[in-house]
């Protein structure tokens, strides 16, 4: 096998699942909208068409899907920022940053658990 034709072979297969995976998202979308969105709001059905356009609009207004999937490194410039910070700290400042995050997270769940369940009454 030729080195052009492993190519051409390589590159054909990338279009194929990628036509292959925007037809799959299309039509998860399609149904999604139509088998929830429709009952719940009162919205109009969508074709498959739609549901590609809905996808590209939602990728133009959002910038989704930036650098593949999602970042496979553990969170990016702010996570090698706070992997720094933590291994400068002392254990004192370990411990005291641990028990503000502790208290945070207790007081995000009682302001939660305050709020008024939906039907309740």
Same mark, same amino acid.
Not at 26 to 49: A, D, H, P, Y
């Given at each position: 096998? &030729?080195?052009? &034709?492993?190519? %051409?072979?390589?590159?054909? *297969? ?7 995976? %925007? %037809?799959?998202?299309?039509? =998860? =979308?399609? !149904? ?7 009952? =719940?709001? *009162?919205?109009? #059905?969508?074709?498959? $068409?739609?549901?590609?356009? #809905?996808?590209?609009? !939602? ?8 650098? *593949? $999937?999602?970042?496979?490194? *553990?969170?990016?410039? $702010? &996570? ?10 002392? @254990?004192? /400042? ?6 503000? $995050?502790?208290?945070? +997270?207790? &007081?995000?769940? !009682?302001? +939660?658990?305050?709020? @008024?369940? %939906?039907?309740? /009454?």
């Amino acid at each position: 096998m &030729s080195n052009r &034709s492993f190519w %051409a072979k390589k590159i054909t *297969g990338f279009i194929v699942c990628g036509l292959a995976l %925007a %037809a799959l998202l299309g039509w =998860v =979308v399609m !149904s999604l909208w139509n088998c929830v969105l429709v009952v =719940v709001l *009162g919205v109009k #059905i969508i074709t498959f $068409w739609q549901a590609l356009g #809905i996808l590209l609009l !939602s990728k133009i207004l959002f910038g989704g899907f930036k650098k *593949g $999937w999602g970042n496979r490194h *553990g969170g990016g410039r $702010w &996570s090698a920022e706070m992997k720094e910070k933590w291994q400068n700290m002392t @254990p004192d /400042e370990k411990e005291k940053f641990k028990q503000d $995050w502790r208290n945070k +997270c207790r &007081s995000w769940k !009682s302001a +939660c658990n305050d709020e @008024p369940t %939906a039907g309740a /009454e």
